[in-house]
C-alpha cells in the first residue's frame, strides 16, 4: 500500500523532550511506539491529554523541569489524488497557565495513560460513574443527496452575496477615509457583520454628503471667530406689582391748600428739580440755581412752602403714580428695543453658526409678542384717574386683565433670553473647543455612512438572510431526517462496558443497569480495589476507556474523527491478557462500527509491540530513544519469526549452524509460554505427542544452546535436521498459518 500520509511529531521542553522532531511516512494512521521506561513516552500521552483535561495544573507537569513555556504539535499531510490535505495539532503551555491549542486536524482525540486511570476510574476505587447525560445522534439510511447539494448551492450563493457586502463597506471605509477620520474612532468601526445584523442603534438625520460639506466648512473656519453675546432684555416687570399696589391703596390728602396742590401739580417735576439743584448749591442758598438772581423773601416763603408739600406722602404718592405712567410710557419702546437686540443676535448667529456643524440646524427662538397698546393705555388712564384722587381706590377688575397680559409679556422675554441664551453660550464653548467638534462630525459621518450603506445594500442584505433562513431551513430538516434516533450517552456507555468486560473476563466480572461492579453476581461495594488483583485493574481501566469513548461523540459521524492515543495498557498483565489488549485495539473499527480508526499505541513491553506487529495492528513501528523517533527494525522486535525462519530453512533441507538448537528452543518457549504459561517446557514437550516422540529434540535445545567445551560433535547434521522437521509440523498441526510465505522465506 503506497504511503500517501506524512505524519510530523514535535515537542520543545515537553519532559525530557527538549528538541523532538521527527517524521515518517505510513499508510494508515496506526502507529506504534517502543520506549524504555524514563524516555518520555508518557510525556507525549499527557501533552495529547490535554485536548480533553486542560488546566493549568496539568500543564505544570509535562514541562521541562527549570522551563516556563513549551511545545508540541502534530502535524499529519495526507496526499488525496493531486492535493495534499494538511491537518495540525498545535499545543502552546505556559507556566501556571492553561494550555493554547489549536486541533484542525478534524479528530477527536481520545488518550488512556495512568492520569486518565487515576483521574476516571483509580479514585473511584473501581467503581464507574454512571452520572453520564446526553444523547448520540444516529443517522436514518435516507438518500439525502439532493438536499445537501442544495445546501452547497446556498452557501455558494450566501458566500457569494457576503463578499459583496463586505467589498460595499471596504469601500465605505475608503471613502471615510478622504475625510481623514481616525481609524481609532469607534463610530469608524462598524463591520460588513454590523451592517448585515443592522445591530448598532445609530441614528444621523443629516445625509452623508451634506455633512461632507458640513465638514469643509468647519475646515475653513475664521482663525478669529468671536463670541456671540449672550441676550439682555431690558423689558422687566419689577414695577407693576408696585403698580397693582398705587391702584387699590386708599392713600389720605395732606391738609396742604387744594389750589397750591394743584399749582404744585403742574409742574411738580420742575419744582422737584429746582429744590434739587439749591440743595446742592452750597454756601450759595438765597441764589436762585436757573436765573442766578438772589431769592427773596417771598420766593424764600415759597420754596420752603414747596419743601412741606413734597415731604409731605400725598405728594411722594403722587410721584410714585408719574413713576409708574412714566413706566407705560416707555414699556412699549423697551419691547421694540428688546425685539430689535434679538433680530440683531439672531443675524449673528444665523451667519456664524454654519461653521459648527453640531448646531448648524438649530434656530434662535423668537419671542412671542402680544398687542399691548390697548391695555397699556388704559392702564395709564386710570393711572391718572389715580392721580387726581389717591384717596380713590381702582378694583382690580379694572385693571387685572390690563397688567396680567402686561407682566405675561415680560414672562415671555424672560423664558426666551433663558432659551436662546443656552444655545448662544453652546456655540461659544464650541467654538472655542473646534478639535472636540471635529470628532464629532468625524463620528457623525462614520454613522452617516453606516446608514447610507445599510440602506444601499438593503436588497442584498434581505436576499442574503432569505438565503440563509433557506439554509437553515433545510439543514434543520437534513437533521431532523439524519436524526430520527437518538442513543442515550449513559446507556451506550454501559453497554459497551459490559460487552467489553465479558470480553476479558468472561462471567467473573460483571457490571449491572446501576454501574455497580460485580464479582461472580456479588456486588462489590467499596472493596472492588482489595478484590481485584493489580492486572485486573488494568483491564477494568482499559474497558471503562473503551466504554468512555460514547461520552465524547454527540453524533453518529463523530465516530469517524476519533483519533485513539493508547499508553501502556497491558501494565502488570499476563500473557494472554496482553494478547487480547492486542486483539481489542485491532477490532476498534468493528467494535465502533466505522471503516477505520486512528491510534497511537506507546509501550515499554518490547513482546506487547511485537504481538502489534506481528498482528499487523500498527502500520509503522518506531523507537523512542535520546529524543528521537526512529523506524523500529523487525529482527530486534519479533526473534521468534526469525528463529521459526531459520528452523524451517533447515527441516526443509537447510545446513544447520551452531544457532539452531537456540532457535528450535525459542520457538518451543514461546509457543509453551503462549498456550500453556503454567506447564513446565520439559512437561510440554513430553506431553505433546510429536514432540514426545522424537528421542532427542528436547536435548539437542538444552545441550545446543548452553556453553560447554565440546570435544566432539554431539549431533549430525541428519539430525539436527530431523528435529526441525518435527518441530515445524508440530507448528504446522497448531498455527499453520505462522507458516506463512512471509516467514518461511
Known amino acids: 500500500m503506497a504511503k500517501n500520509i506524512l505524519t510530523k511529531i514535535e515537542a520543545n521542553n515537553l519532559g525530557p523532550h527538549l528538541g523532538l522532531e521527527d517524521s515518517f511516512p505510513m499508510s494508515k494512521l496506526k502507529l506504534g511506539i517502543f520506549a524504555n521506561n524514563g524516555t518520555g513516552k508518557t510525556f507525549l500521552s499527557r501533552a495529547f491529554r490535554l485536548i480533553e483535561n486542560n488546566d493549568a495544573e496539568h500543564v505544570n ?9 513549551g511545545h508540541f504539535k502534530l502535524k499529519i499531510s495526507e496526499q488525496q489524488e493531486n492535493t495534499t490535505i494538511h491537518k495540525t495539532l498545535s499545543i502552546n503551555f505556559v507556566k501556571d497557565q492553561i494550555a493554547k491549542i ?8 481520545h488518550v488512556f495513560n495512568s492520569d486518565y486511570v487515576k483521574e476516571n476510574i483509580e479514585e473511584l476505587k473501581y467503581q464507574p460513574s454512571g452520572e453520564i447525560e446526553g444523547y448520540i445522534l444516529g443517522k436514518t439510511k435516507i438518500d439525502l443527496t439532493k ?16 463578499k459583496i457586502l463586505v467589498d460595499a463597506v471596504k469601500d465605505a471605509k475608503k471613502e471615510l477615509d478622504k475625510q481623514k477620520i481616525n481609524k481609532g474612532t469607534k463610530e469608524y468601526k462598524f463591520s460588513a457583520r454590523n451592517v448585515y445584523d443592522g445591530d448598532l442603534d445609530y441614528v444621523e438625520n443629516k445625509t452623508y454628503e451634506y455633512l461632507v460639506e458640513s465638514n469643509k466648512v468647519l475646515s475653513s473656519t475664521p482663525d478669529d471667530l468671536k463670541d456671540i453675546q449672550e441676550i439682555k432684555y431690558i423689558s422687566k416687570s419689577d414695577f407693576l406689582d408696585f403698580i397693582e399696589t398705587l391702584l387699590v391703596t386708599k392713600y389720605t390728602k395732606s391738609e396742604i391748600a387744594q389750589s397750591f396742590k394743584d399749582n404744585v401739580l403742574s409742574k411738580q417735576d420742575f419744582v422737584e428739580s429746582g429744590l434739587k439743584l439749591l440743595s446742592n448749591n452750597l454756601g450759595n442758598e438765597t441764589e436762585c440755581p436757573f436765573c442766578e438772581q438772589l431769592l427773596m423773601d417771598e420766593a424764600i416763603e415759597l420754596i420752603k412752602r414747596y419743601n412741606e408739600y413734597l415731604e409731605d406722602s400725598e405728594a411722594r404718592v403722587n410721584a410714585d403714580i408719574k413713576k409708574a405712567i412714566n413706566f407705560i410710557n416707555s414699556f412699549d419702546k423697551n419691547l421694540q428695543a428688546d425685539d430689535t437686540l434679538f433680530i440683531r443676535t439672531k443675524k449673528v448667529f444665523d451667519l456664524n453658526k454654519k461653521y459648527i456643524p453640531s448646531i448648524s440646524d438649530q434656530e434662535l427662538v423668537e419671542p412671542n409678542k402680544i398687542e399691548l397698546s390697548q391695555n397699556l393705555t388704559e392702564l395709564k388712564k386710570l393711572l391718572g384717574i389715580k392721580l387726581n384722587d389717591i384717596e380713590l381706590q381702582i378694583k382690580r377688575e379694572e ?3 390690563h397688567l396680567g397680559l402686561i407682566k405675561k409679556q415680560v414672562e415671555e422675554f424672560d423664558e426666551n433670553e433663558s432659551i436662546n441664551n443656552k444655545i448662544i453660550k453652546d456655540y461659544n464653548l464650541k467654538k472655542d473647543n473646534l478639535k472636540s467638534e471635529k470628532l464629532e462630525i468625524n463620528r457623525r459621518l462614520c454613522k452617516a455612512m453606516y446608514i447610507k450603506t445599510r440602506k444601499e445594500q438593503k436588497t442584498l442584505i434581505d436576499k442574503i438572510k432569505s438565503l440563509n433562513s433557506e439554509k437553515k431551513d433545510l439543514e434543520s ?3 431532523n431526517k439524519e436524526s430520527q434516533e437518538r442513543v442515550s450517552k449513559k446507556a451506550k456507555v454501559l453497554e459497551s462496558l459490559k460487552k467489553h468486560l465479558k470480553n476479558f473476563f468472561g ?7 446501576d454501574f455497580c461492579f460485580k464479582f461472580n453476581k456479588h456486588t462489590l461495594t467499596d472493596n472492588a480495589t482489595d478484590v481485584l488483583s493489580d492486572g485486573e485493574k488494568s483491564i477494568v481501566a482499559f474497558c471503562h476507556y473503551l466504554a468512555d469513548v460514547h461520552k465524547v461523540v454527540n453524533r453518529d459521524e463523530d465516530y469517524d474523527k476519533l483519533f485513539f492515543v493508547i499508553d501502556d495498557p497491558i501494565s502488570s498483565l499476563d500473557f ?3 494478547y487480547a489488549i492486542s486483539q481489542t485495539i485491532r477490532n476498534l473499527h468493528k467494535t465502533l462500527d466505522v471503516e477505520r480508526v486512528r491510534f497511537i499505541v506507546m509501550t515499554h513491553n518490547l513482546e506487547f509491540m511485537s504481538i502489534l506487529i506481528r498482528n499487523k495492528i500498527i502500520d509503522i513501528p518506531l523507537m523512542l530513544a535520546n529524543q528521537k523517533l526512529l523506524k523500529l527494525s523487525r529482527q530486534l522486535v519479533m526473534p521468534y519469526e526469525e528463529h521459526l525462519r531459520d528452523v524451517y530453512n533447515v527441516a526443509n533441507g537447510g545446513k544447520p549452524s551452531h544457532t539452531t538448537p537456540n532457535s528450535v528452543r525459542h520457538v518451543l518457549e514461546t509457543i509453551n509460554k503462549f498456550e500453556a504459561p503454567d506447564k513446565l517446557l520439559q512437561d510440554y514437550c513430553e506431553n505433546n505427542e510429536l514432540l514426545g516422540d522424537n528421542e532427542f529434540i528436547y536435548s539437542l535445545m538444552h545441550d545446543g544452546s548452553h556453553g560447554g567445551v565440546r570435544s566432539q560433535i554431539a549431533y549430525t547434521d541428519e539430525m539436527i535436521q530431523k528435529g526441525c522437521n518435527v518441530l515445524i509440523n508440530f507448528v504446522k498441526s497448531k498455527f499453520e498459518g505462522r507458516l506463512s510465505h512471509k516467514v518461511c522465506k
Open 61 to 69: 507537569k509535562i514541562l521541562t523541569i527549570n522551563q516556563s513555556q
Open 102 to 109: 489549536r486541533n484542525d486536524t478534524g479528530y477527536n482525540f
Open 147 to 162: 438536499e445537501k447539494k442544495k445546501v452547497e448551492l446556498l452557501v455558494n450563493e450566501i458566500q457569494n452575496g457576503s
Open 399 to 401: 385693571f387685572e386683565e
Open 477 to 479: 430538516e437534513i437533521s
Open 507 to 513: 462471567n467473573k466480572y460483571s457490571i449491572d443497569d
Open 576 to 578: 494472554h491478557y496482553v
